[in-house]
């Protein structure tokens, strides 16, 4: 006897063919058949009538690095048919770690209260192990990490020691199992790396056929000349490239001159890009400061950034936000500043007689003793944008986001895209704007993304794939979650299973969880 069958949804196969009328049946961890009315006695039947029976979900760029560990319930992510996360992005990540307290500034959701006891990719991996994720985990090996592990807080090219340092740190944590490497060279622990550093990085990336995921340089004016220097490196190194969040913060001519790099490329190396499902970019208001002003105890960056004398020096800082109106900067909800939230740092320092830096230098020092990490949105994208991104053919969606729940330890947690990402990509691409096909729309959030990381077993509905399966009602699947109303979940999603295991069934959280790290070559 099987130990499940879903019986008589319409099958996606996350291949890109078109949908069938099919039974599938899992016996373990795996996928035992599927055809139409299979007639197979199983201990557990789902009734899928009605229903799209597809691949899990995979989150191609995901920052849940640091909050599977705090509750590795995913329910944000399960509710949406999620079942498989590559975190490391951005040059972000949870290894390597050497000074725990300079770390945490490349790791998003970080809390004091689960400690950073691991030293590399090995670690973190029996960790996040143990935490017993619902979701598979994929990682890269995380850019931010290795310089500041290396370079700690210094903000400059590495010398050909440190060079060589960094690429032991790179493939070590590749032989642990690592899916590849990833930057982040818009923020301050990688904005002193030239490109010949980031390239050099890459070639033992290559020599695996493992994958370069970046976020580029530069994402305001300039962008198309950063997605070159992308272009660059992956051809100098031979490296398979993934740009993150392709569209940049600078208009529409700059979008559609990235776009078309990337395609002059592909005849060349193996480009592919993802974009996020949001109006607005996301970060923390704390990239303002270079990495050095964020080291210490929290009394001494409080007390630094009250310091005229230096806040005269960090005013010459370039940060990811020197070319930004302030206008379009917003103070997410917080309880250092709550006065302040919903509101721009723009109309924030009007209401305080302050130039915006100074409010910034003001509201950063504040958290600083509270030990809160304020968050921001930038309004920087139009729907057009993202039609033109999305009808590309090697363009799949993303997070860009950490897992949350809105219950337990991260239920005061926020970060837009956490709980509408894979929902509204569906919603609006297929069902609104009828950009894709319901087939199309399943590749890219199943095969393409595992085919860009060479993962050979999950992505697709065959025999003998692991059993990562979402059940769902194609024309209710949606999001709920709104700018300032984030955390709320997904509607649509029947049934998810991850290896096997039923987690999310009739729309509830069965308290099962069956997520696993995946390790490369393991």
């Not at 301050?188 to 695996?208: K, N, Y």
């Not at 003001?362 to 993202?386: K, N, Y």
């Not at 991260?410 to 319901?438: C, D, K, Q």
Request: hydrophobic fraction near 40%; aromatic fraction near 6%.
């Amino acid at each position: 006897m099987l130990d499940l069958l879903i019986r008589g949804g319409v099958v996606v196969d996350g291949s890109g063919a078109p949908p069938f009328e099919a039974d599938v049946a899992i016996d373990g961890e795996r996928i035992a058949a599927i055809g139409p009315a299979l007639g197979l006695d199983a201990a557990e039947v789902l009734d899928a009538k009605g229903r799209m029976v597809t691949p899990g979900f995979i989150d191609i760029h995901s920052h849940s690095d640091f909050t599977l560990l705090r509750d590795p319930r995913a329910v944000s992510a399960i509710h949406q048919g999620v079942t498989l996360e590559v975190v490391g992005n951005c040059g972000h990540g949870c290894f390597p770690i050497r000074d725990p307290a300079l770390a945490a500034v490349a790791i998003y959701g970080y809390d004091e209260e689960t400690a950073l006891d691991w030293v590399d990719a090995d670690g973190y991996f029996k960790r996040l192990t143990a935490a017993g994720p619902a979701v598979n985990v994929a990682s890269l090996v995380p850019h931010g990490q290795l310089r500041l592990s290396v370079l700690g807080s210094n903000e400059r090219p590495a010398t050909e020691a440190e060079l060589q340092m960094m690429g032991r740190e790179l493939e070590g944590a590749l032989e642990q199992g690592a899916w590849g490497f990833s930057t982040g060279l818009e923020y301050a622990a990688e904005r002193g790396a030239l490109e010949s550093e980031v390239a050099a990085l890459c070639g033992p990336v290559a020599r695996r056929d493992a994958l370069y995921a970046t976020h580029t340089r530069e994402r305001d004016q300039g962008a198309p000349a950063a997605v070159d220097e992308a272009i660059r490196v992956a051809t100098a190194s031979g490296v398979r490239l993934q740009i993150s969040h392709l569209v940049p913060r600078s208009g529409s001519a700059e979008a559609t001159a990235c776009l078309d790099v990337v395609e002059r490329a592909r005849d060349s190396i193996d480009v592919a890009f993802d974009m996020h499902t949001r109006l607005y970019g996301i970060s923390y208001l704390k990239a303002a400061l270079p990495a050095s002003a964020l080291a210490g105890t929290p009394e001494a960056v409080a007390e630094r950034l009250a310091d005229p004398a230096v806040r005269a020096e960090l005013r010459r800082y370039r940060s990811m936000f020197s070319v930004a109106d302030w206008g379009t900067i917003v103070l997410l909800d917080n309880e250092t500043w709550p006065e302040y939230a919903r509101k721009s740092i723009a109309d924030t320092s009007s209401s305080r007689g302050q130039q915006a830096l100074d409010t910034v230098y003001d509201l950063l020092a504040a958290a600083a003793r509270t030990g809160e990490t304020l968050t921001v949105l930038r309004m920087c994208h139009t729907e057009s944008q993202q039609r033109e991104a999305f009808a590309h053919p090697v363009c799949m969606p993303g997070s860009d986001a950490m897992t949350l729940a809105p219950d337990g330890p991260l239920a005061a947690v926020s970060f837009h895209g956490a709980y509408t990402w894979a929902a509204w990509f569906y919603r609006f691409l297929v069902r609104e704007s009828g950009l894709l096909s319901p087939e199309e729309a399943v590749f890219r959030l199943t095969g393409l993304p595992a085919s860009r990381l060479g993962i050979e077993d999950r992505g697709t509905l065959r025999s003998g794939a692991k059993a990562d399966i979402a059940v769902f009602d194609s024309e209710r699947f949606a999001e709920t979650g709104t700018t300032f109303e984030p955390n709320q979940l997904a509607t649509g999603v029947d049934h998810v299973l991850v290896n096997g295991t039923l987690t999310l069934r009739d729309g509830q959280l069965t308290g099962r969880r069956g997520g696993t790290v995946l390790r490369r070559n393991a």
